[in-house]
């Protein structure tokens, strides 16, 4: 699961070619993947999803979780064995890291525990560049080629109002696009947002 970003973007194009059925048929044995794999390397999702059928392609099946159980099952919810909580929130204790790579290859948001739970969430390139595929596929439905054109000629500047203060998943986002060039910040920014 290392596809590049092009062949993400490639692989939205074609499924999108090939209409709904193609669409749905993705989306189940995508699903079937990820269950597969969260079973095999999570101790928490193995245990909870003992009882399920062998290959899971329908959401439905799957026993609903909240931020609270996530978080009180951490270290036996993640899949990376190296990732623990203690290891996650002396990361994001430390507001210099906001943006950085947590172990060097996940990006880390948090929610700000409103629920009275605080959520510390990771994502791998991967899943940010299929974010990003499904992002482009979904502007290339509202923007034309013209009003992209007239973005770029513009400066392909873009404007950001998130919350600040911690690793909430706008200011990763931000910090990350900071840390680029110019044109890969702003090449990025039209990505992400």
Known sequence: MTESFLGLLSDVRTAKKHGPDAISKRQH???????????ANSPY????????PERVDDPTLLPVTDKKELM???????????VT???ARAFVDDPNQI????????TVSITSGTTGTRGIFLQD???????KALAVRM????LTASDLLRILAGGGRLAMVNATGGHFASATAAARLRTGSRVRSSAASALNY
């Not at 009180?72 to 190296?82: L, Y």
Request: no cysteine; glycine share 4%.
């Open 72 to 82: 009180a099952h951490f270290d036996d919810s993640v899949t990376d064995r190296e």
């Open 85 to 87: 909580l203690e290891k």
């Open 125 to 131: 390139d991967r899943a940010l560049a299929v974010t």
């Open 29 to 39: 044995d995508r699903l079937a993947e990820i269950v597969a794999f969260t079973r």
């Open 45 to 52: 999702y193995r245990e909870l999803y003992r009882e399920l």
């Open 139 to 142: 502007m290339s439905d509202w």
């Open 99 to 106: 943006g950085a790579q947590f172990l060097g290859k996940y």
